[in-house]
């Protein structure tokens, strides 16, 4: 396989509402999902929706998780998107299936950035010195 | 069409390297390309990778744009995952495949919660600042 990365798509059905609508959990969720698929979460950020709903978005050393919840419908979408050989994506996927109590679930993984030419190297973050990360900003207006 | 979201996923192939690894622009571009997709910015968050990448991710009231770039290949993962009516998703990746001048790309859009039952209802972002306010249009489930 010559792809950049992995997407791993996976979508939740018929999750309890309570669990799809708490921002706290699902972060922790979120975080624990990342450490199985053995990925870096460099900055987090999360959102509650009104009347519900949840996202929650870590970025990774490996490029990203997110999480977007309709409990009124108890659906979850998440996405894993993993670069590097060591990961392992379908374990996060299958932790927050279960974490999220899904009843139903459809899981699919496409190829990133297959056309790129060789050689793909492996990327690793800056280290946190002298305020290289940009911290997690509200957008303004 | 009665998914939850619409996930468009753009692979940008031969990108000058410069223009993916500046991460000023890449998330100036980002935030020009959710206007574009008629999206409202919630949160964002950035980064940069060492020896060279950039990731931004953008926290949507519409759920998310993420861009991961690898410059030493010329290449650009990008994901718009949108809900709602309104947006205009593939508006935000024609804008971005220009601004980053890819010489090749590959467009597709898969459908996010295709199995969920009805009624979808539109998610609103809680309002910032005297949350007693309940927005308006927003359906009780």
């Known amino acids: 396989l010559n792809a950049l990365g992995t997407h791993s ?31 870096t979460v460099l900055t987090e950020a999360s959102h509650c929706f009104e009347p519900q709903g949840v996202t929650a978005i870590l970025l990774l050393a490996e ?13 979850a979408a998440i996405d894993v998107f993993t670069c590097g050989q060591t990961t392992r994506p379908r374990e996060a996927c299958q932790y927050l299936a279960r974490m999220l109590e899904a009843r139903r679930q459809d899981f699919r993984q496409i190829s ?12 690793l973050p800056i280290p946190q010195v002298g305020g290289q ?9």
Chains 1, 2 share one sequence.
Request: net charge negative; charged share 25%; proline share 9%.
């Open 133 to 141: 990360e940009r911290p997690l900003a509200a957008a303004e207006g």
């Open 63 to 75: 490029s990203h998780l997110s999480v977007h919840t309709w409990p009124e419908v108890g659906y």
């Open 9 to 39: 798509i996976l979508e939740l059905y018929d999750c309890p509402a309570k669990l799809l609508n708490d921002p706290g959990q699902i972060l922790d969720f979120a975080r624990e999902a990342a450490r199985r698929a053995r990925c």
């Open 112 to 123: 990133r950035g297959q056309q790129a030419p060789e050689p793909h190297q492996q990327r």
